[in-house]
């Protein structure tokens, strides 16, 4: 953690209070709800910028696929439509969302994909219109499907990304 952020985490914007003039049992239960209000702002903040850091990982990627053949086995360029789709994507998910892993597929898609253990894995391959395709193995369980990604991430991705993060596959 830099110095700014252990200085803003101990006693600046997002640390809770510490010193109180409240007594009593409300007072303490108020002490309390602003720590945990503190702590989801300062997670929130803190992924906020790694979020960021996907969104340039998808700007590094497409432009590493931005001339047919970027694998030296025929793939097509990126999709410049399937990259404003991965962007609004990615904005779309939740702040708490561990940061997934951002790719381009041979067919010119961009893959978004988050691994927990080689047999909890979740991947998203959005197109240019908006269509998902998604797969997930979870343990000996496996889903796929196709879903449409109009205003917000269809119920069926995120109850996926859910199942990832929540399962025996979550990575404490």
């Known amino acids: 953690m830099s110095t700014l952020a252990s200085a803003l985490k101990s006693g600046g914007l997002l640390a809770p209070m510490t010193v109180s003039r409240g007594v009593g049992p409300d007072a303490d239960t108020v002490k309390q709800r602003i720590g945990r209000v503190c702590d989801h702002m300062w997670e929130s903040v803190t992924l906020r910028r790694v979020t960021e850091a996907a969104w340039l990982e998808l700007a590094d990627v497409a432009n590493e696929a931005a001339n047919s053949n970027w694998d030296g086995y025929g793939a097509k360029s990126v999709d410049p439509s399937a990259c ?89």
């Open 84 to 172: 404003r789709q991965a962007e609004r994507f990615l904005a779309a998910l939740s702040t708490t969302t561990p940061v997934p892993n951002v790719s381009v597929d041979p067919d010119g898609e961009v893959s978004i994909s988050w691994n927990n253990e080689p047999d909890w894995v979740f991947s998203v391959s959005i197109g240019a219109t908006g269509r998902l395709s998604y797969a997930g193995l979870f343990g000996t369980s496996k889903v796929h499907g196709t879903e449409w990604f109009i205003t917000e991430i269809p119920q069926a991705v995120l109850g996926c990304i859910t199942r990832l993060f929540t399962s025996r596959g979550a990575v404490a």
